[in-house]
């Protein structure tokens, strides 16, 4: 239990509500330039095969770790758009062994023990899973050491072998208590993870327990049960059973929301690095519709766009003398026109829905966590000094290669 003389006890004495002093947190980024960039950028990527994706994932931290602003003092982002390639050059060559010689040996032990190939399919599955969890860690150690705040270098202890096996364990319990004990897992992960990140020489820790996190679920629980004993209960015709379907959805996709944004609340008012605390309020309601209305919007301008693109790209190849939206026209052209056609407004598609998602996801979700982040106690900031830098020249390459989608 805490003693009444920590930093974060004494935090819960104050009157946070109100307005807490501190360093507030703000956002100046605009939609507009991320639109414009993440267009630009993935326009390289196309065009580069893929290559460039690394160049423009750095300029796309950049762009928003420079437009948090704590206190007035943006985040630097430092990352070498090289490192992240040759890391994803080394985690290709390490899967590629494991894919061939692992998976070799998996079907032919398969063939031989089952007679058949399920086993060494699940097997190979199971193998990935601790991998993902290794490659997540790794992940974000590399973008906390490449991350500033006032000068200050972030980092994250070596520990991504420890955290695998945790999580796989952490998520063995969650599954065979039917999701119960997600708050557990949520909780002890982040613990394991904050409790090795430093800021400068200072290091953060996790305060809490576990149990804090069990009222987040409510709205999820509400609605799978209100869910089981309708159908249980029995309904009255098909529209009562649709709309009830409709509505116990929609509740338990904001109760996922919810939880998420909650935890966020409460681990992050819960954190302290050595005097300093952190004092968080982002609202689950507003989380829930830059969701709804964000990719509402995203898809929807998507899909004005990728109409008129497809039949230009049939233009521009010379295959259709004059735009005749007929089906039958359509169905006479060559093969190959349509397959080009197809490629170019997949990839058009590809660059518009990124843009489009930067600019009514990503971004509002950024600017609203960052204006609802307060910094408490900032007089012990002057006292925090430098710490080395991390060298870490594998990068984000196993995120990379696993596709875990290593965060912006």
Same mark, same amino acid.
């Given at each position: 239990?805490?003693?009444?003389?920590?930093p974060?006890?004494?935090?819960?004495?104050k009157?946070?509500?109100?307005g807490?002093?501190?360093?507030?947190g703000?956002?100046?980024?605009l939609?507009g330039?991320?639109?414009?960039l993440a #267009?630009?950028?993935?326009?390289f &990527?196309? /065009? =580069? $095969? !893929?290559?460039?994706r690394?160049? +423009?994932k750095s300029?796309l931290?950049?762009?928003?770790w420079?437009?948090v602003?704590?206190?007035?003092?943006?985040g630097?982002?430092?990352?070498?758009p090289?490192?992240k390639?040759?890391?994803?050059?080394?985690?290709?060559?390490?899967?590629a062994?494991?894919?061939?010689i692992?998976n070799?040996?998996?079907?032919?032990?398969?063939?031989?023990?089952f007679?058949?190939?399920?086993?060494?399919?699940?097997?190979?599955?199971?193998?990935?899973?601790?991998?993902?969890?290794y490659?997540s860690?790794?992940?974000?150690r590399?973008?906390?050491?490449r991350?500033?705040?006032?000068?200050?270098?972030?980092?994250?202890?070596?520990g991504?072998?420890?955290?695998a096996?945790?999580? #796989?364990?952490?998520?063995?319990? &969650?599954i /065979? =208590? $039917? !999701?119960?004990?997600?708050?557990r +897992?949520?909780?002890?992960?982040?613990?394991?993870?904050?409790?090795?990140?430093?800021?400068?020489d200072?290091?953060?820790e996790q305060?809490g327990?576990?149990?804090m996190?069990?009222?987040?679920?409510k709205?999820?629980?509400?609605?799978v049960v209100?869910?089981?004993?309708?159908?249980?209960?029995g309904?009255?015709g098909?529209p009562a059973?649709?709309?009830?379907?409709f509505?116990?959805?929609?509740w338990?996709?904001f109760?996922?929301?919810y939880?998420?944004?909650k935890?966020?609340?409460?681990?992050?008012?819960r954190?302290?690095?050595?005097?300093?605390?952190?004092w968080?309020?982002p609202?689950?309601?507003?989380v829930?519709?830059?969701?709804?209305?964000g990719?509402? #919007?995203?898809?929807?301008?998507?899909?004005?766009?990728?109409?008129?693109?497809?039949f230009i790209?049939?233009?521009?190849?010379?295959?259709l003398?004059e735009?005749?939206?007929?089906?039958?026209?359509?169905e006479?052209?060559?093969?190959w026109?349509?397959?080009v056609?197809?490629?170019?407004a997949?990839?058009a598609m590809f660059?518009?829905?990124g843009?489009?998602?930067?600019?009514?996801?990503?971004?509002?979700l950024?600017r609203?966590?960052?204006?609802?982040?307060t910094?408490?106690?900032p007089?012990?900031?002057?006292?925090?000094?430098?710490r080395p830098?991390?060298?870490?020249?594998?990068a984000?390459?196993?995120?990379e290669?696993?596709?875990?989608?290593?965060?912006i």
């Open positions: 239990m805490q003693g009444l003389n920590t974060w006890a004494k935090a819960q004495t009157d946070l509500d109100d807490p002093d501190g360093l507030v703000e956002f100046i980024g939609r330039r991320v639109f414009g #267009l630009k950028t993935g326009m &990527t196309v /065009l =580069t $095969l !893929g290559i460039y690394f160049w +423009m300029r931290r950049r762009w928003y420079s437009s602003r704590v206190g007035g003092i943006p630097e982002y430092v990352g070498d090289l490192e390639l040759l890391g994803f050059l080394i985690a290709v060559v390490f899967l062994f494991y894919i061939g692992v070799l040996v998996l079907m032919f032990l398969s063939f031989s023990l007679q058949g190939n399920v086993a060494a399919y699940a097997l190979s599955f199971v193998g990935v899973i601790p991998l993902w969890f490659a860690y790794r992940a974000r590399y973008v906390l050491a991350t500033r705040w006032r000068g200050i270098r972030f980092g994250l202890e070596p991504a072998w420890g955290y096996w945790r999580a #796989l364990m952490h998520w063995a319990i &969650t /065979l =208590t $039917l !999701g119960l004990l997600w708050p +897992m949520t909780f002890w992960l982040e613990k394991y993870r904050t409790d090795r990140t430093w800021f400068g200072v290091k953060l305060m327990k576990w149990t996190l069990l009222g987040a679920l709205h999820i629980i509400l609605a209100i869910g089981g004993v309708s159908v249980l209960l309904l009255n098909l059973f649709f709309a009830l379907t509505f116990c959805g929609l338990l996709g109760g996922f929301v939880y998420r944004v935890c966020w609340e409460i681990l992050t008012n954190k302290q690095a050595g005097g300093i605390l952190f968080s309020r609202r689950p309601w507003r829930f519709w830059i969701y709804v209305g990719y509402g #919007l995203t898809g929807f301008i998507s899909s004005i766009f990728i109409t008129p693109l497809a790209a049939l233009v521009a190849f010379g295959l003398e735009l005749d939206l007929s089906i039958e026209s359509v006479s052209l060559p093969s026109g349509l397959v056609a197809g490629i170019m997949y990839f660059l518009i829905w843009a489009l998602r930067h600019a009514f996801v990503t971004m509002p950024w609203h966590y960052a204006e609802t982040l910094v408490l106690d007089g012990e900031l002057v006292q925090v000094s430098q830098r991390d060298a870490f020249d594998e984000e390459g196993f995120a290669a696993l596709d875990v989608g290593a965060a």
